[in-house]
């Protein structure tokens, strides 16, 4: 429903804070992969980890267009 043109403007804001919050989310499970990752000793524990906060990276990367890397 249009209400003095804002209803597309509603729809926008809608999809973009959903989007956002992706990213967030992607970042978020970045973030606990990489803290896990660094306090196991587990050798393949600690890589399997390390390759899940890869995966996450890698499909936050494309759904955002740019490098965004988030390492320490």
């Known amino acids: ?6 209803a ?3 729809a ?3 999809a973009t804070v959903a ?3 992706r990213y967030f989310r992607l970042e978020q499970q970045i973030e606990r992969c990489r803290r896990l ?5 587990d050798d393949d ?3 399997s980890l390390e390759e899940l906060a890869d995966e996450y990276e ?4 494309k759904q955002r267009g740019a490098g965004f890397m988030l390492r320490h």
């Open 1 to 6: 429903m249009l209400i003095n043109g804002w």
């Open 8 to 10: 597309p403007v509603c």
């Open 12 to 14: 926008m804001t809608r």
């Open 19 to 21: 989007m956002e919050q």
């Open 37 to 41: 990752a660094s306090m196991m000793t």
């Open 45 to 47: 524990v600690r890589r």
């Open 58 to 61: 890698a499909q936050l990367t």
